[in-house]
């Protein structure tokens, strides 16, 4: 998830500036949610859910063209 990326790169942005109590962590502890979004996307890719998504994402996009498309041309919408 993207926020595991995020929150890694601001803890490791406040431990290079020495700011708060993040300068006393270790330097491996500031990197744990940078593995943990390692984890995150190896099992999202292995697991077919970043695929699944990707499908889910085109079919709407398919679907409201479509939608788009028939209202253009002013014919009747079917009912879902």
């Known amino acids: 998830m993207m926020?595991?990326?995020?929150?890694?790169?601001l803890l490791m942005l406040l431990k290079w500036l020495e700011f708060g109590p993040v300068a006393e962590?270790?330097?491996w502890q500031t990197m744990v949610p940078l593995g943990l979004a390692i984890v995150w996307w190896t099992w999202a890719d292995f697991s077919g859910y970043t695929k699944r998504k990707r499908m889910e994402k085109?079919?709407?996009?398919?679907?409201?063209?479509i939608q788009r498309?028939?209202?253009?041309?002013?014919?009747?919408?079917?009912?879902?």
């Open 58 to 65: 085109d079919a709407k996009r398919h679907d409201d063209r």
């Open 25 to 27: 962590w270790a330097w």
């Open 69 to 80: 498309l028939r209202k253009n041309l002013g014919q009747i919408q079917r009912p879902k």
């Open 3 to 9: 926020w595991f990326l995020a929150l890694g790169l």
